[in-house]
């Protein structure tokens, strides 16, 4: 049995054979991975996850000084190793590749399975139309998308029918604690969606990026009380039905909803 969780130098993790989120072609990593842990510990999108690229972590965890570039580079190189020879050598489509390390040496670095990435390219792209001082940021996270998008927040699948009856032409931006496959339901009927926990491979945050949701995951300073159906970030607070705005590119979260243009 392969494990993961067997020392501070032992990890699991999820690959993308190349990003979605950018515009370089070829084998270019992007993922996430959790220290000490098991391969459902990440897709489950119950753990804070690490970014795999130094690159990455510039872009998106900013509150971060690991990666497994940095960290682990002789895992990292090893990865880039199998992907090229499954996209180069065996004329594979891009992959998304699960894996787990016993330590740092690439010996002890095991591919557990490999399937074709559902993730693509972005090939749209939107932005909101008033400048960034113009409007009200409240939080940041991971994006998912290359889209913006204004809705009403909704914590459940009676709210977001209840705002679907009550304002049919508006957006509803579903808000979660976390992304557990429990919640994919939810994320087909949503338009936007925003965690307090989980990665960039999760089950869910995959599914709504590959269903052309705007996500943000992991988004700091998210507190989300599904009891009352009231959140807070970083102070401020919202109740369902309140106007928000979500980045999906630069992963920024603004009170109130705005104009959009596509790009």
């Given amino acids: 049995m392969v494990l993961g969780n067997r020392s ?5 993790g999820v690959i993308f ?9 070829g084998i270019n990593l992007y993922g996430d991975f959790a220290l000490c ?9 119950l753990v804070n996850t690490l970014p795999i690229s130094e690159s990455q972590r510039k872009r998106d965890y900013r509150d971060s000084s690991l990666s497994l570039e940095s960290g682990f580079p002789k895992i990292y ?3 880039i190793h199998y992907a090229g ?23 002890d670095l095991y591919i557990l399975q490999t399937r074709n990435q559902n993730l693509k390219k972005q090939t749209s792209f939107s932005s909101f139309l008033p400048a960034p001082q113009e409007m009200e940021l409240v939080g940041h996270g991971i994006g998912m998308s290359s889209a913006v998008l204004s809705g009403l927040l909704a914590f459940d699948m009676a709210d977001m029918e209840g705002l679907k009856r009550n304002c049919p032409e508006a957006k509803i931006i579903l808000v979660r604690p976390d992304t557990v496959p429990d919640d994919i339901p939810l994320i087909f009927v949503c338009d936007g969606l925003i965690t307090a926990k989980g990665g960039v491979t999760s089950h869910a945050a995959v599914a709504a990026a590959s269903v052309g949701k705007v996500c943000i995951v992991k988004c700091k300073g998210l507190e989300v009380n599904d009891a009352t159906k009231e959140c807070t970030i970083n102070g401020h607070r919202f109740k369902s039905g309140d106007p928000i705005s979500i980045d999906g590119g630069l992963g920024n979260i603004y009170k109130g909803n705005y104009e959009i243009g596509e790009i």
């Avoid at 054979?17 to 072609?25: E, I, L, V, Y």
């Avoid at 842990?37 to 999108?45: A, F, K, R, T």
């Fill in 8 to 12: 501070a130098r032992s990890g699991t």
């Fill in 17 to 25: 054979t190349s990003s979605p989120f950018n515009g370089c072609a």
């Fill in 37 to 45: 842990s098991q391969g459902e510990d990440v897709v489950s999108g």
């Fill in 77 to 79: 190189q090893a990865l």
């Fill in 85 to 107: 020879r499954l996209i180069e050598e065996y004329g594979f489509v891009h992959q998304e590749i699960e894996f787990t390390f016993e330590s740092e040496n690439p010996e």
